[in-house]
């Protein structure tokens, strides 16, 4: 059965390649991250790499500044996509997808992580299977949104004939683009038998009462399957902040205005606490005054001096 998969797969490459005796170029994904990472963006990490079969994990990158250095990481591995996870600060969670050499590059934000751990779904897929890609059409009003969704296209999409790619196509990864946010999720597709059951349901919600007292089993036709969707996971969220020009460097092309930085999210946090409890302050010093002024100091012992001749430790000394 080996043989004639591999005579059958050399047929189909042969059939790949164009008229004028040019081979397609086939996608190949690097995904690697910077130092900081928590346990969570590195199960997320290996989950894309599960469902990537067309990519290649690297080590952690040493830098962040220089990230012109992935690009040869890149031709070193023979891949032309990149797919690096920078984390800063322990909490925020950057990803660039960049198209090496010549670019584009996409930098977002990444929110609302759930990795396939966490959300302990019943569903599950083939290991090396394609997935079909699921896009909103929302994609399609802004050309940034174009660009995304091609760069999107050729990282997640696994092309026909990868390494460690099997002929089946069992899941779907959906790209939903909702509050200027990328939504993504995974589902698998389950296809079972349709039984006498559900076609008497089918039946009886069109109001035909006479035809489900009364089933028919022998025109019941056969190998007829009910799809259905069940969530795997990851889930996850992106933001999207700056487009560049090149692959990691160059002119920007696109930004993001609306977007804002968690550290200035937290800064302001913090600056309304601290002004909640300027406030308190404040108000308890006008109250210590209104009361000093009145003379309703209740709450406060009165101070002895050390010199008073009526004092009772004096007079019973």
């Not at 928590?38 to 990158?61: E, G, W």
Request: glycine fraction near 6%.
């Amino acid at each position: 059965m080996a043989a004639v998969y591999k005579s059958l797969s050399k047929s189909n490459d042969s059939k790949d390649i164009a008229s004028n005796g040019v081979k397609k170029p086939k996608h190949r994904v690097l995904i690697l991250s910077s130092r900081g990472i928590t346990h969570r963006h590195r199960h997320l990490l290996n989950d894309l790499y599960s469902l990537l079969p067309h990519s290649r994990k690297d080590a952690k990158l040493d830098t962040k500044s220089k990230l012109h250095h992935l690009n040869e990481l890149a031709e070193m591995y023979n891949a032309n996509h990149v797919l690096f996870f920078e984390a800063r600060k322990g909490k925020d969670l950057y990803i660039w997808m960049s198209k090496a050499p010549n670019g584009p590059t996409v930098k977002m934000h990444l929110q609302n992580l759930h990795t396939m751990s966490e959300l302990h779904f019943p569903g599950n897929c083939l290991k090396g299977s394609r997935p079909i890609l699921s896009f909103d059409a929302s994609f399609n009003t802004q050309p940034h949104l174009l660009l995304i969704r091609e760069l999107l296209t050729h990282i997640f999409g696994v092309p026909k004939g990868a390494r460690k790619t099997k002929p089946f196509v069992d899941h779907v990864m959906g790209f939903t683009l909702a509050d200027g946010k990328i939504w993504i999720r995974c589902f698998q597709i389950n296809e079972t038998e349709v039984s006498k059951s559900d076609h008497l349901t089918a039946d009886a919600t069109e109001g035909d009462a006479e035809t489900t007292s009364k089933p028919k089993s022998s025109k019941l036709p056969r190998g007829e399957t009910k799809v259905s969707l069940t969530e795997i996971g990851p889930r996850l969220v992106l933001t999207p902040i700056v487009i560049l020009e090149s692959s990691f460097g160059g002119p920007v092309i696109y930004e993001n205005k609306e977007f804002v930085s968690p550290n200035q999210v937290r800064s302001e946090q913090r600056l309304s606490k601290a002004g909640r409890y300027a406030n308190r302050s404040e108000q308890n010093v006008e109250e210590r005054a209104k009361k000093g002024e009145l003379g309703l100091k209740t709450g406060e012992k009165k101070r002895v001096r050390e010199g008073d001749e009526l004092d009772e430790r004096v007079l019973f000394a």
